[in-house]
């Protein structure tokens, strides 16, 4: 009878920790999310399809919501473990939000269409979120005061 018992109270217990929520992915995270494209191209020396990936890339730094965008050729691992690709992008947004309104942009739909798609032979995406204050211990705002300095010397150019 005592083995009957315990048998349901583990039944029961298994039952109910299956119906714990679990965190959900949709959430809002309080960091920067930090987006990061690997693209092989369909011809690595094709040095034009790289500066048109580079100067779509570039434009992108007055959407709403992105903090800093950068790009570049693949840096060659020679490990294993690292998955050599011809060029990359990273941006940094404030928040997921503004990630998700970049992602469903047409301006966006129609870059990956006209720019990358047809030069781009592989392309994989890789999201992450920081908490608030992990970005080089500087906050959002002082992150967006240093991309405005950016873009001051740059216009003064």
Avoid at 48 to 64: V, Y
Avoid at 114 to 121: C, N
Wanted: aromatic residues 10%.
């Amino acid at each position: 009878m005592l083995r009957a018992r315990f048998i349901i109270v583990i039944g029961l217990f298994m039952a109910l920790a299956g119906c714990q929520t679990m965190p959900s992915a949709d959430l809002p995270s309080g960091g920067l999310v930090y987006h990061f494209v690997a693209v092989w191209l369909k011809n690595p020396e094709d040095t034009a399809a790289r500066e048109r990936i580079g100067k779509q890339s570039t434009a992108w730094r007055d959407f709403p919501g992105v903090v800093h965008v950068a790009y570049g050729d693949g840096l060659p691992g020679g490990r294993k473990i690292v998955q050599d690709y011809d060029f990359g992008v990273l941006m940094v947004f404030e928040n997921e939000a503004a990630l998700r309104a970049y992602e469903a942009d047409p301006t966006h739909q129609q870059a990956i269409r006209e720019v990358l798609s047809p030069v781009a032979a592989k392309v994989q995406v890789f999201d992450f979120t920081t908490p608030e204050m992990e970005a080089g211990g500087l906050s959002r705002a002082e992150l967006r005061k240093r991309q405005y300095r950016h873009y001051r010397v740059f216009a003064t150019q």
